[in-house]
């Protein structure tokens, strides 16, 4: 992209610029993305189906089917859900009989019927070859303004990052070359003691879209395993290149990769129970925590978008992609739970503790509409903490390692304290953990081969370990010490809740205990007490409600009930504001935005102009279904020798600006983000002798030139924003450019 020929367009116009078509490979000197290889994303092969659910109906999909697919994209752990519909429905009320939960997925030990999948992932130092869209072919990496850290999503490329190689010495196995995901994570970390550089290993992405004071050790731990990933060229950078540190788009990649191997293995069961195809249409929902800002939200819509194109997932996936659904993850869970109960009526208020792997979130809701059921907010602050259940394993990882510590003899033959331990974790995430109850007695023995016990080692009273011979004794007191710490954090969450709802004098009568951590023996027993004595101190009578059968997929399988009946949702309203890049004409006395700014004068028409945003979507606006805008005439001046009328418009983003003609670099956009563009190629008007060249006025300076005019044209879609260059201007005119943007995240969850 020639700087030297940019000039600047008209009275509403955009930059034209001499674009290159050249691709840009995610890694120098790597492989086209759409060559095949062994390192591609493959579709995961597919394992024994087992259709032990009694639920799981073969409903073989007809023509006239489509599939509804609910995403739980965890901290920990990740579910999918699905129903199988009309594809004229329209809205309905599903039953929670005909949702059906993903199983079989890969490297799990536990028959293939846990309905949930690690969300971790461990790349190799083999880059990862990843999708092309339309928008990387013609990626340039001029395109986005560097001294603002500005970057198009989802746009190819590592352009100006140092590419550095692998700082490991040690060798890595055979198996290194695998993109691990999923179960065959901690398998090959605590079983197979891998080789691979934990370095590249992601664990609890999803806590860098949380930019809460809570998540800030976790964001920490990230950010170095991101910045790695990201000098190898591992993953490509989407965040603000200005900052040494990587920010919440950076996890782009890395929760897209994820997810692609979930849809891959979503598809594949589909295909195997029933019959799915590549004709038919899927709706894809998409679940977000109620305390995520739109922006957060984008990043995972970004990521979804990203592997749902990757797979091919759905007949029209262009358009999927981009009509995504999004529901709170309270909400769905809560849509899931009372889908069939009587267990709320109109107008009570009860709070949804969703408490999963890494965070546990508290959300105090009203009952607005029984049938369907809908929520209202009771202007209660949710709150959230990362006190989920895999902190129990850190717990217990910490305590082995401090009591084994001395056992210098364990470690012989490469072992290291550290792998001994790993290797314990397992039992304890898939066992123990999940059936232990610390309000009862409990306790258990640790197998370590080669532990030498106290009487052999002759230790007595305060200096016994409780070691025997092989094993080591875990006692109630022992699991009081892993539990109760995160326990009470998850309890102090529950009373902030209640309190705040005391003050605005309203009554708490449950608390639904969802998520997997909602599943544990010790605190639903822990909470059962804890409800009783504080109800006792507020003399309110408050239940908790917990199934732990329904606990895990609840979230995923609600998202599906929710999006089947999208009616009495909330107003779409837009909490963000879309505008295209315009290069206006200085006219400091009109617009307030273009004082004390110094213009940029056209070497061409000699016009002074001034790089705005102009918002034709504004935050705070009701936006229709079917809405559009009023276009804008745009004009782009050429050199008489160019040999391309390459003409680009820029699509921004912005969660606080509302007012349009401000400079980009304006603090009133400062957080405004590109979120597409197009190419509008206009050189057949020169070639068909449309257009001739003009002159420009004699008292303006400038030189002979051409001048392309058409029109901007922005219309919403449902949940998909349209943006077309058309010419001629007007309602006849030919569409000689379009792009595609989902704004789901521009509305309040669970906006139809």
């Known amino acids: 992209m020639s700087k030297n020929m940019a000039t600047r367009g008209g009275p509403f116009g955009s930059k034209n610029r001499n674009v290159s078509r050249q691709t840009v490979s995610a890694r120098r000197g790597g492989k086209s993305q759409i060559q095949g290889n062994s390192k591609t994303h493959s579709p995961t092969p597919s394992t024994a189906i087992s259709v032990r659910s009694s639920n799981m109906r073969l409903h073989l999909i007809t023509p006239t089917d489509k599939v509804v697919v609910g995403l739980d994209y965890g901290t920990t752990f990740t579910s999918v859900s699905y129903s199988i519909v009309s594809i004229n429905c329209g809205n309905m009320k599903g039953s929670a009989n005909d949702v059906l939960s993903v199983i079989n997925w890969p490297s799990d030990v536990e028959d293939g019927q846990r309905k949930q999948v690690p969300t971790e ?43 550095n190689e692998p700082e490991d010495s040690e060798m890595e196995d055979e198996l290194s070359v695998d993109f691990l995901w999923g179960y065959g994570v901690p398998y090959q970390m605590y079983k197979a003691n891998s080789t691979r550089s934990q370095r590249r290993l992601v664990k609890r992405a999803k806590l860098m879209l949380v930019e809460t004071e809570y998540t800030n050790e976790d964001r920490k731990g990230l950010r170095s395993t991101l910045t790695g990933l990201l000098k190898e060229g591992t993953i490509r950078r989407h965040g603000k290149r200005s ?13 897209s990769d994820y997810i692609v191997k979930v849809l891959q293995h979503t598809k594949e069961q589909l295909k195997n129970l029933h019959g799915f195809t590549d004709q038919t249409p899927v709706d894809f929902v998409m679940t977000v925590p109620t305390i995520w800002s739109p922006e957060a939200s984008r990043v995972l819509q970004t990521s979804v978008k990203a592997a749902i194109q990757a797979t091919t997932f759905g007949n029209s996936w262009v358009t999927t992609a981009d009509n995504i659904f999004l529901i709170s993850e309270p909400e769905s ?47 209660i602050q949710p709150a959230g903490d990362n006190c989920g259940s895999s902190y129990l394993n850190d717990n217990y990882k910490d305590m082995l390692l401090n009591r084994l510590q ?8 490469g072992d290291t304290l550290e792998s001994i331990v790993n290797r314990l974790i397992p039992d304890f995430e898939n066992d123990y953990k999940r059936r232990v109850n610390v309000m009862k007695r409990c306790g258990h023995r640790v197998y370590i081969a080669g532990l030498r016990g106290d009487e052999r080692m002759n230790r007595v009273g305060l200096a016994e370990k409780r ?39 309203l009554e708490v009568k449950k608390v639904f205990l969802v998520g997997g951590f909602g599943g544990s023996p010790s605190l639903r027993s822990y909470l059962k007490n804890w409800l009783a004595e504080i109800s006792g101190k507020l003399k309110l009578n408050i239940e908790l409600v917990a199934d732990r059968h329904k606990c895990i997929t609840a979230v995923a399988s609600g998202a599906v009930l929710r999006a089947l009946d999208k009616k009495n949702g909330p107003d779409r309203i837009s909490q963000s504001s879309y505008g295209f890049l315009r290069h206006e004409p200085w006219q400091p006395r009109i617009y307030p935005g273009h004082e004390r700014v110094r213009p940029d004068e056209s070497e061409l028409d000699g016009e002074k102009y001034v790089a705005t945003i102009d918002y034709f979507m504004v935050k705070g606006n009701s936006i229709r279904p079917d809405h559009q805008f ?36 304006n603090l009133k956009n400062a ?17 068909k002798g449309i257009i001739t060249p003009v002159y420009p006025e004699d008292s303006l300076g400038g030189k002979e030139h051409y001048r392309v005019e058409y029109e901007l044209v922005a219309k919403v879609e449902g949940r998909a924003l349209r943006y077309e260059a058309r010419y001629p201007a007007g309602e006849g005119g030919k569409v000689r450019g379009k792009g595609q943007f989902s704004i789901a995240a521009a509305f309040r969850e669970g906006t139809a």
């Open 121 to 163: 992932s461990w790349y190799s130092p083999e880059p990862v070859e990843r999708h092309r869209n339309d928008e990387d072919e013609i990626f340039d990496e001029n395109l986005f303004d560097l001294s603002q850290g500005q970057h198009p999503l989802l746009l190819s490329g590592a352009g100006g990052d140092t590419i």
């Open 243 to 255: 900052k040494t540190e990587s920010d919440m788009w950076d996890a782009v990649d890395p929760i």
């Open 333 to 379: 869970a809560a849509t899931f739970l009372l889908e069939s109960s009587e267990d709320v009526s109109l107008g009570e208020t009860f709070i949804i503790a969703d408490c999963g792997g890494g965070t546990v979130d508290v959300v105090t809701y009203g009952v607005s509409n029984r049938y369907p059921l809908r929520l209202q907010d009771e202007k």
């Open 406 to 413: 001395d056992e210098d003899y364990l470690f012989k033959n």
């Open 467 to 505: 070691f025997e011979a092989n094993y080591l004794h875990m006692t109630l007191s022992d699991y009081k010490d892993i539990f109760f710490p995160l326990l009470g954090r998850v309890s102090n969450l529950l009373e902030n809740q209640i309190q705040q709802a005391v003050e605005k004098k």
């Open 630 to 665: 009023f276009p804008f005439p745009t004009y782009h001046t050429f050199p008489i020798d160019e040999k391309k009328f390459l003409c680009e418009e820029i699509l921004y983003v912005s969660d606080t600006a509302t007012e349009s003609h401000y400079s980009r670099r």
């Open 671 to 687: 957080d405004a983000q590109i979120a597409g563009r197009i190419i509008v190629d206009m050189t057949f008007l020169r070639d």
